[in-house]
């Protein structure tokens, strides 16, 4: 990201905040749209830092498996990595309605600043 952007250029992205997501994490959730369903069945792996979510989506009758992983991070290693990659924090929010990122903030949005000097 760092190469892509010019001095002074932003990066804006958003992720889970891990503290507040593993406070609400429940073994399993069921999504219902009309006769569909999909069947989130989730695990946290604190040695890595994934969320593993062995997901079933039966559509029109079928089954399909489709099991994925996100990382997640807090506030302070999203900034160290943030750091490491040359880059620099200006702002972390809670939300895309600007409002500070807190405790209780289920997303982050992260905006880094790529230095004027390199």
Known sequence: ???A????GLFVFDTYNRDVFLK???PFMVTEKGEDLMI???SFDTITSRWYNRRIVIRDGVRK???FFVCLYNPSEIEQMINEAGMQVYKMLGGYDSQPLSNK????VIIAVKPDAE
């Open 1 to 3: 990201m760092r190469r």
């Open 5 to 8: 952007l010019k001095p002074g």
């Open 24 to 26: 609400r994490l429940q």
């Open 40 to 42: 989130d069945r989730g």
């Open 65 to 67: 498996d489709k099991p």
């Open 105 to 108: 903030s289920s997303r982050m």
